[in-house]
């Protein structure tokens, strides 16, 4: 199996982070973020996201080790967390998401996807 995706997700999240994030930073919790998803039955995701905060939006891209992305867009539901729904690539709506992020730079919640509720938490990294 190639690296190729890998390497692409991890450019395309430094390049958000280093042009695109000092740029547009206007929420205290813009940065990147690194992942894991878990749910029953033993089911791990891990996979990266790229927060963006303005005013009272909250929206994220998530990006997967295999190249594949997809975002979240929603409102923030206080200082410190924001709630809303997933999109595919395509705009087409496949879930939902309910997460925080506390002040030592953890990002905590939920998604849910296809009526599955999965655990999600992280840790900021730039």
Known sequence: M??????????????VSLFAGPALA????????????????GFVLSYFIVVIESGESFAFASLFTNGAWTYGIGEK???????????????????????SVLPEGVLNGTVVVGGVTYQIIGVRFF
Do not use: M, R
């Open 77 to 99: 539901v206080s200082p410190n967390s924001g709630e809303g729904t997933l999109y595919q690539v395509d705009g087409d709506e496949y879930g939902s998401f309910a997460v």
């Open 26 to 41: 206007a929420g205290p919790h813009d940065g990147a973020y690194a992942v894991t998803q878990t749910g029953a039955g």
């Open 2 to 15: 190639s690296s190729k995706p890998l390497v692409v997700v991890l450019a395309l999240v430094v390049a």
